[in-house]
């Protein structure tokens, strides 16, 4: 006994077909097999690990993590076309704990019935909570699913630890204008357009290391100057680019790295380094406080002595960020910037606060010799405080004396010698 279509099942396979043709372009030409898939050579490169994996489809469970337009999706796909194993996919955007036991379920009885292995690939797995990430747990350990996860986060700061430390954890890389160059020239046949080699150089430059922005600034192009009646030229390159993207996450990742990166620039005398990475943090919207307290903290430890003003200068430049604000107010952190950059550098402050602590930590808080301590309360004297106490400046001696507490005369902490 047949069992016919229903009218809905009609219309569903009709919008399936033309989605096909309303599909974005970078959807259009997602890759099927790993050969045409362009760049992460440290990844899937000839020989690597997961390259084998897919081929002799024995991949275990992965994350992949990565900025948008670097493959992550894509790999995940090619692996859906190229393994025996059924494939599930859900998106942690909207999936629930409800989702996520209807697919360990499911898996369950492939498994039982035909000894099938499941694949869940899961995107944004960053956004799962705790509980979500938990309910995936068991089935990862025993291994009833083969997970993959997408995520734009590093995964060390948003996925569970159980679940890290059974994914592989593979990181891609933005692409270089090359590899980018690879992908729009196969746009560009698709689209049956023409493409010099500098705009196709341009839309690479403009895409910002991201695979699916370089097709879909070609796609606008390509149709702005359809629309005109024209040859694609650089303008409209241009227009439909608008502003490269700005790949920086203030609350993840992108977070710590660019403000490594700017802190290690000023502390390696290397001012239009600093600038960059200022500029970017300022572009992806990072608070001019922290970038404020970054200074004012650098400012004693990697130059310190050595100038002191420079603790001024990023004062000054916080206080600018608090009555001034911005965009203003980014002029007095591009000033601080400069000046740190160019400071002669020491890191003598830092090393003496850790010297001194370190002897703090091993003994304790010492009691400060008598004559030093407090002598303006009644009894005071009778308890010999303050007796002995040489004043300085009436006292040129005072300046000899060793003030640390008895245990520790001779201790020399401040090497001022160390400045450079």
Known sequence: MSILPTVSDLFSDAARGRLDDLAPLATRLRPRRLDDFVGQEHVVGPGSALALAIAADRIGSAIFYGPPGSGKTTLARIVAETTGAEFEELSAVSASVSDVRAVLQRA???????????????????????????????????????????????????????????????????????????????????????????????????????????????ELASQTAASEGVALEERHVEDAARRRPVVYDKGGDAHYDFTSAFIKAIRGSDPDAALYYLAS????????????????????EDIGMADSRALLVAVAAAHAVEHVGLPEARLNLAHATIYLARARKSNAVIKALGAASQDVREHGALQPPKALRDAHYPGAKKLGHGQGYVYPPNDPAGYDVDYLPDELKGRTYYEPEEES
């Open 281 to 300: 943090m300022l572009e992806g919207g990072e608070d001019p406080r922290f970038i404020a307290r970054r200074l004012i903290v650098h400012a004693s």
């Open 108 to 218: 369950t009885e492939r498994l039982g019935t035909g000894g099938t292995r499941t694949i869940l690939f899961l995107d944004e797995i960053h956004r799962f909570n705790k509980a979500q990430q938990d309910a995936l747990l068991p089935a990862v350990e025993s291994g009833l699913i083969t997970l993959i996860g997408a995520t734009t986060e590093n995964p060390y700061f948003e996925v569970n630890s159980a679940l890290l430390s059974r994914s592989q954890i593979y990181e891609l890389e933005p692409l270089s204008d090359d590899d980018l160059a690879v992908i729009v020239r196969r746009g560009a046949e698709h689209l049956g357009t023409k493409l010099p080699d500098d705009l196709v150089a341009l839309v690479a430059r403009r895409a910002g290391g991201d695979a699916r922005a370089a097709l879909n600034t070609l």
